[in-house]
C-alpha cells in the first residue's frame, strides 16, 4: 500500500507541476474543467484528500493519502522555494 501511495503522489505531483509550468495553468478557474467537479470553488487537492481518507475503503485511503501528500509537497517543495513567501513556511513568523 505504500509503495501504491508513493507512486501516486509522484503521479499527482507530475501531473500538478506540468499544468502549471508547462501548460501555464495558474488555478483551476484556468482549467474550466476542474469548475464542474467542485461546484465552481477553488480547492487544494489536498482537502479532497482528506475527504477521501475518511471513507471506509483501501483504494479511497491510498488515493486519498497521495493527494493529500502531493499537496503538501507542491506547497512546500515547489512553492515555497520559488516564492519564499511566509505562507508556504513551515514554521510561524513572530
Known amino acids: 500500500m505504500l509503495a501504491t501511495i508513493v507512486l501516486l ?7 500538478t507541476l506540468c499544468g502549471r509550468f508547462v501548460f501555464g495553468l495558474q488555478s483551476t478557474r484556468d482549467t474550466r474543467c476542474l469548475a464542474r467537479w467542485t461546484g465552481g470553488l477553488r480547492i487544494h487537492h489536498g482537502y479532497v484528500g482528506v475527504v477521501l481518507c475518511l471513507v471506509p475503503e483501501p483504494a479511497c485511503f491510498c488515493v486519498g493519502a497521495a493527494l493529500v501528500l502531493s499537496d503538501l509537497a507542491h506547497h512546500f517543495l515547489v512553492l515555497w522555494p ?8 513551515l514554521t510561524y513568523h513572530r
Open 82 to 89: 520559488i516564492t519564499g513567501h511566509h505562507a508556504f513556511d
Open 9 to 15: 503522489t509522484a503521479l499527482f505531483e507530475a501531473v
